[in-house]
């Protein structure tokens, strides 16, 4: 799992946000478009895409998608 994928996949689930704005330090909660509903879109896709299970712990202790991404390959 490479960090640029990762933060493609998480990117995919914000429909109103360019993807260019996403980083490995961007704090993915921060958007207006944050929701309950984005926290488990992002949960799902990174389990389809990566087969990997993320819990809601660890998006409410990721603050940036670095954060989100170390948690994942924690996990791999």
Request: proline residues 1%.
């Amino acid at each position: 799992m490479e960090i640029n994928d990762f933060i493609k996949c998480v990117a995919e689930q914000y429909e109103e946000v360019d993807a260019q704005e996403f980083t490995p330090e961007t704090k993915f909660k921060m958007f207006e478009e944050w929701s309950s509903l984005t926290s488990l879109s992002i949960i799902a896709a990174v389990d389809d895409e990566f087969g990997i299970t993320l819990k809601g712990d660890d998006i409410r202790n990721a603050t940036t998608i670095q954060d989100l991404f170390e948690a994942a390959e924690a996990k791999a």
